[in-house]
């Protein structure tokens, strides 16, 4: 008996000190299967670089941050100058966004090596961007497909293409599959299709928002930038209560602070926009002048209505009434979500950028990170944005319906135009008598 105590004891050890060594090798892996990210490298213009050379690290990155944050705000106001041209800077920013990601997974899978892979993921990028941009053609282009045989068939057969075309991309991609390399091939797979979900469906949001009125596309964008800067401003003068653990420097005070700041900014900035016909109109083709057109009657929504004030608010100010846009009052709700909620894509980023190690997706701006750094919180608005305007502000648009009448045959239109006419008779819109006269 003895001697069995003894073997088992003895037994129990050996087990014990190779579960040990399995766990040593193990985290050995995985330390060695780490990707070994390299430091940001360090982008900012030298000369800013010896004007702030006698600050500390704080204060100089905060001068940084603020310079490249005016520069990026001028940019902005540039690409509002330049109107509906600025379609063609929201495919760019996707691609860059795109290209940030993608990058990021290359290198966390070691997946330089996998066959054809960085090959189609673009492929799937221009794949996933024809099916978006040619449902945008058709839906808002009528007049010109109306015009061009060729763009006739394409948007006819537009869908099926687009399939066609992304179901080459996945018999390449199950073709390319290699014995050794299955498991990182699906992984980046998936990393390419989260990573459309994630910025090409969002950035196709945008445009539809722009289409519906430039302020649509301004305001929730410049939103997020106050609240970005004002947090930040806040955080960094008053902060003294973490507010996350996924954002270390971030506080309760630069939280509540960009909360209420932002709110008076997206009162005051819809009530300056909403006077201004260019930013309130949808945005059209004129297949006239084949140039985009942002001319119209403006909406209600748009128009100053007088609102009776609660009673606790006339008691303290002595004003019963008062003449706001109803687009002011909507600005509210696009501001709250903008600083109550729109922060979490910044947290859900944060987390993203902790898991693999890094602290920023790329360093393309000095102080502030990649382009995708500045549009997490972007994203997450537009698409808060559009579900907001088809949940309580759109309505039936006849400059879109006239569009897909136009593409009907013949036959098709003439049955719709005799369903109409007495549709208006029976209303009695429109006398019989006018009616048969023309």
């Known amino acids: ?59 100089r990155n905060w001068w940084i941050r603020g310079i490249l944050s005016l520069t990026m705000i001028s940019g902005f106001f540039l690409i509002i100058y330049l109107g509906p041209v600025m379609l063609i800077i929201v495919m760019s920013v996707q691609i860059k966004c795109f290209q940030e990601i993608i990058t990021i997974g290359y290198r966390v899978y070691h997946s330089y090596e996998l066959p054809w892979f960085r090959t189609l993921s673009w492929y799937f990028l221009i794949c996933v961007n024809y099916f978006f941009y040619g449902e945008t053609v058709a839906d808002y282009f009528g007049a010109l497909v109306q015009r061009e045989e060729p763009l006739q068939f394409l948007v006819r057969y537009h869908r099926f293409i687009s399939f066609a075309l992304y179901l080459a991309g996945f018999c390449m991609f199950v073709l390319s599959l290699v014995k050794k390399h299955y498991r990182l091939q699906f992984y980046m797979f998936a990393w390419t299709h989260v990573t459309l979900l994630i910025v090409v469906t969002q950035s196709h949001l945008v445009i539809q928002n722009l289409f519906e009125g430039m302020i649509w596309f301004i305001v929730p964008i410049s939103i997020v930038i106050c609240n970005d800067i004002m947090a930040y401003l806040f955080g960094f003068f ?57 001319e119209c009657q403006p909406p209600d929504l748009f128009i100053q209505q007088e609102y009776t004030l609660p009673a606790v608010v006339e008691n303290t100010i002595g004003q019963k009434t008062v003449h706001l846009y109803p687009f002011q009052i909507h600005s509210v709700a696009l501001s709250s979500f903008a600083s109550l909620i729109g922060p979490f894509g910044g947290f859900f980023a944060s987390g993203f950028k902790r898991a693999f190690k890094i602290k920023d997706f790329a360093d393309t701006i000095p102080g502030h990170g990649g382009i995708m750094d500045r549009f997490d919180c972007q994203y997450l608005m537009a698409t808060f944005t559009h579900v907001y305007i088809a949940s309580f502000i759109r309505g039936p648009n006849p400059s879109k319906v006239l569009q897909q009448l136009l593409v009907l045959q013949p036959e098709q239109q003439l049955s719709i135009f005799n369903t109409l006419r007495s549709h208006l008779r029976e209303r009695g819109i429109l006398p019989p008598a006018v009616l048969e006269a023309q």
């Open 1 to 59: 008996r003895g001697g069995q105590s003894f073997l088992m004891k003895l037994w129990k050890q050996m087990k014990s000190a190779h579960a040990r060594s399995h766990l040593r090798t193990c985290e050995g892996d995985t330390k060695a299967n780490t990707p070994d990210v390299p430091p940001s490298a360090d982008n900012t213009p030298e000369y800013l670089n010896k004007a702030l050379e006698g600050l500390s690290s704080r204060w």
């Open 238 to 294: 008053f902060g003294r209560t973490p507010l996350i653990k996924l954002s270390p420097k971030k506080t309760w005070e630069g939280f509540i602070g960009g909360f209420f700041s932002t709110v008076v900014f997206s009162f005051i900035f819809a009530y300056l926009l909403s006077q201004y016909q260019y930013f309130v109109c949808p945005v059209e083709y004129n297949s006239e002048t084949n140039r985009f057109a942002v």
